[in-house]
């Protein structure tokens, strides 16, 4: 009886894999470019910031009880403009808004440099050693996860006072569980392998070892990290300064702007919303680019 299985249906048919390859680098193309466009706004963000003194069109700290509670316009009371309109002191808003961001920016990188280094260095402890020094740092690091971290933070700024380095390093302790714990585990697959292996074998140090060779294959995983932790360190800032624990008054911030606005809302909804927006922006940008760069520097993301 004559066989009735399709050409099509044989054996040795060759399945074309174009058009998956081409999906999947349109795709990681198109993860490129909003990785680089959020890193773009964050510079853009950093060189505003940079350049509030010729930016912002007014002081900051400028009190005009002429012009208070005036909507965005550009003719106020005052016989300035006021793009975002001013706050219940007559302050512009915009100005404000540039100002804020020195404050969340200055924070937010000190506190990741801070939470990065400790948390590198104690993930790298306790993935190379191991035994009792790996349950230690593994132990705290579960401790803080437990506890709710503002209420230590309200604590620790209530104790030593608000200021510029009681935010960088409470906002830096908050982080450094994520570096150490994810660290650690790379740290533990990469140690039995067969290259630390061989230079345990010629004479080299543990220094060598982890600052040569183990060092250099993390450093992908701390730029993720760094980049997610940013967003998170600079809405924690917000949070406390929206508390009163933050950056005082006059000195302008996002949390600050918002909390002096709540009581506005239904009469000056400018005052709270115009920093909420760009706080909402900001931190959304910034995660994102996190979730991008993470997506090309990890080889076991790139064939999704």
Known sequence: ??????????????????????????????????????VAFVVLLGTVAA????????????????ARLTAP??????????????????????????????????????AVTV???????????AGFRGGWMDGVIMTLADAQLAFPFILLAIGIIAVLGPSFPTLIVVVGLSGWVAYA???????????????????????????????????????SSLVVIATLELARAIVLEAT?????L???????????MIHEGREYLDSAWWISTCPGIV???????????GDWLRDLLDPTLRGE
Not at 279 to 289: A, D
């Open 1 to 38: 009886m004559a066989s009735s299985i399709p050409a099509s249906a044989a054996p040795d048919a060759v399945v074309d894999l174009r058009p998956v390859a081409a999906r999947v680098g349109a795709r990681r193309r198109r993860g490129l470019w909003l990785a680089l466009a959020g």
């Open 51 to 66: 350049a509030a003194p010729w930016l912002a069109p007014h002081d900051p700290t400028r009190q005009s009880l002429r």
């Open 73 to 110: 316009t550009l003719a106020a009371a005052d016989g300035q403009a006021h793009l975002l309109g001013t706050d219940h002191l007559g302050r512009d808003v915009l100005s404000r808004v540039i100002y804020g961001s020195r404050v969340s920016l200055v924070i937010g990188f000190a």
């Open 115 to 125: 939470g990065g280094l400790l948390g590198a260095a104690l993930g790298l402890l």
């Open 181 to 219: 714990r994810i660290l650690r585990s790379q740290v533990l697959v990469l140690r039995s392998r067969e290259f630390v292996d061989a230079i345990h074998a010629l004479g080299g140090s543990t220094l060598r070892i982890v600052l040569g060779h183990v060092l250099p294959n993390v450093v």
């Open 240 to 244: 406390l300064s929206f508390l009163g």
């Open 246 to 256: 933050g950056i005082q008054p006059p000195t302008p911030s996002w949390g600050g």
């Open 279 to 289: 706080l909402m922006l900001t931190s959304l940008v910034v995660s994102r680019t």
